[in-house]
């Protein structure tokens, strides 16, 4: 039984590419294979005990409560059609260029990743109202379908993301394991934060990609992407501001407030979440002279508790104290009656009990996955998992280099066919521990196995991207024209991590200039 843990790690594999529910899956074989240990005397069983320990610091963890309010967030932008807005105005500023159309729908698609970060709702929403404008135009439908799939995956490397999140988090743990084992006392961690601002230049990097290559595409087969001709003519400077600048001050109060440490990731998440709800009612027909009332008051109360806070508890306060406080509930009271009307508005147009809904369902799957592989990857240390991963690890020809070559290699083939939720918390706290102890920066790192994982959503049979844009694409579009579309954007994607890798300051200065 000295290989026990291996074994238990495919018994796994084969349960999920059977087809069994994943949560069920990662318990119900770690249970098993928890019970043949100790029947073998392969494992000491007492170690289940930490397990309550591992929940209670899941559930209890700040940062990942930010995954909800980011799902709500970007929830709502998508059922308030904000989408749409910047589609058909990005798609009349460009499309008379050649290659024009591709261009919009990469940018469109940065923007929403930023302001969303929900990769089936963005390729959904493309493949309804760009991908048809596409095929009009003349767009080779293999291309078309390929830039919508590929697209709508930048919700997973620009951040705010969910996967940004759930990888700092592993990669944190994973770093502070790595010096524990080195015998330092002094434990540093990875902040949410470190790893946004380490995803943003590289995830720019990958826009600038897809962009040139839609460039000499053009360049070189002109036939694929002939220019657009658009009845409503180009829009002016006003239609365009109006489509682009909510969702860029949304961004810019979320990532700002994150990078400037002037909040936490949940605190910004939520602050994105009430953003939402506000540029959502205002486009179901709020009073606009209140919503931008109550943004501005919300503003400026924001920036004033925190330059002048005011505490009532305090016995030595004067009369311009009590004069700030009252300006601080009236700023309040208005902010609050602005999201009220906001939420009256969205519940009317049925947008907010679709968006809790959703969020409710894809929140508990990503808990109930990562609380699972809390007890998997118990049961494969107990069964000396750890060990084995570490001289496979050493063992590899090329040292680090060889180690690190290796391990890419493997999530880029589970990515044909798991989810990176899956590969992030059942893959990663096994071999990430080992990468680091081997020299290499765990945010450099982070970085590498984000675009990897961003991979798996265009890598055919499993792809999710490729199962959304089925579900949302003309009839005319087949299966096997969007499993060829994504091939020359999986080889870029490739070429991306090997950028990264080439030049790693992309993903470390700006951690490095900020944190």
Request: negative net charge; aromatic residues 10%.
């Amino acid at each position: 039984m000295e290989y026990l843990d291996l074994l238990m790690f495919a018994a796994l594999m084969g349960c999920i590419l059977l087809g069994f529910p994943v949560s069920f899956s990662i318990a119900g074989v770690a249970i098993i294979f928890g019970y043949i240990g100790w029947a073998t005397d392969a494992m000491n069983i007492g170690l289940m005990g930490a397990f309550g320990q591992r929940v209670f610091g899941t559930l209890t963890n700040d940062v990942l409560i930010a995954i909800p309010l980011f799902v709500v967030m970007g929830v709502i932008l998508e059922r308030s059609r904000i989408a749409e807005d910047l589609l058909h105005t990005m798609g009349r500023l460009f499309g008379q260029l050649r290659g024009g159309l591709g261009i919009s729908v990469v940018l469109v698609g940065a923007l929403l990743a930023a302001s969303t970060g929900i990769v089936g709702a963005t390729v959904i929403a493309m493949g309804m109202i760009a991908l048809p404008t596409m095929l009009r135009t003349g767009y080779n439908p293999k291309l078309a379908s390929g830039l919508v799939c590929t697209a709508g995956t930048l919700g997973q490397i620009i951040p705010p993301s969910t996967l940004l999140i759930i990888l700092s988090d592993v990669m944190s743990s994973a770093y502070q394991q790595a010096q524990y084992e080195q015998g330092k006392f002094t434990i540093e961690t990875i902040s949410v934060g470190q790893i946004f601002a380490g995803a943003l230049v590289p995830g720019l990097t990958l826009v600038a990609i897809y962009i040139l290559y839609i460039l000499l595409r053009g360049v070189f087969r002109p036939d694929d992407m002939p220019p657009a001709q658009s009845d409503d003519g180009r829009p002016d400077i006003g239609e365009v501001f109006r489509a682009v600048l909510p969702p860029i001050l949304l961004i810019i109060a979320v990532l700002g407030a994150i990078l400037g440490g002037v909040a936490t990731p949940t605190e910004a998440a939520s602050v994105g979440a009430i953003g939402a709800i506000l540029m959502a009612g205002a486009r179901q027909g709020a009073n606009r002279t209140l919503v931008l009332a109550g943004t501005i008051s919300l503003l400026v109360l924001a920036v004033m508790a925190g330059i002048a806070p005011v505490r009532f508890q305090r016995s030595d306060l004067t009369g311009v104290d009590y004069m700030l406080g009252g300006v601080y509930v009236v700023l309040a009271i208005i902010g609050i009656a602005a999201i009220f009307a906001c939420l009256r508005q969205a519940w009317k147009a049925d947008i907010l009990k679709s968006a809790l809904t959703s969020t409710m369902t894809v929140t508990s799957m990503i808990f109930a996955t990562i609380l699972t592989a809390s007890m998997f990857s118990l049961v494969f240390i107990g069964l000396g998992g750890e060990d084995h991963v570490a001289e496979i690890l050493e063992a590899m020809p090329g040292g680090p280099t060889g180690a690190l070559l290796f391990c890419m290699a493997l999530i880029f083939i589970l990515g044909f066919f798991l989810d990176f939720v899956e590969i992030t918390v059942i893959l990663l706290p096994l071999i990430a521990p080992g990468l680091i102890m081997m020299g290499h920066d765990p945010v450099w790192l982070a970085i590498l196995i984000a675009i990897n994982l961003q991979t798996s959503f265009l890598t055919p049979p499993f792809g999710f991207s490729l199962f959304y844009l089925r579900s949302a694409a003309p009839p005319e579009i087949t299966t096997g024209q969007i499993y060829k579309g994504v091939i020359p954007f999986i080889a870029l994607q490739v070429f991306g991590i090997f950028v990264i890798w080439l030049w790693p300051s992309l993903a470390r200065w700006l951690p490095s200039v900020v944190f």
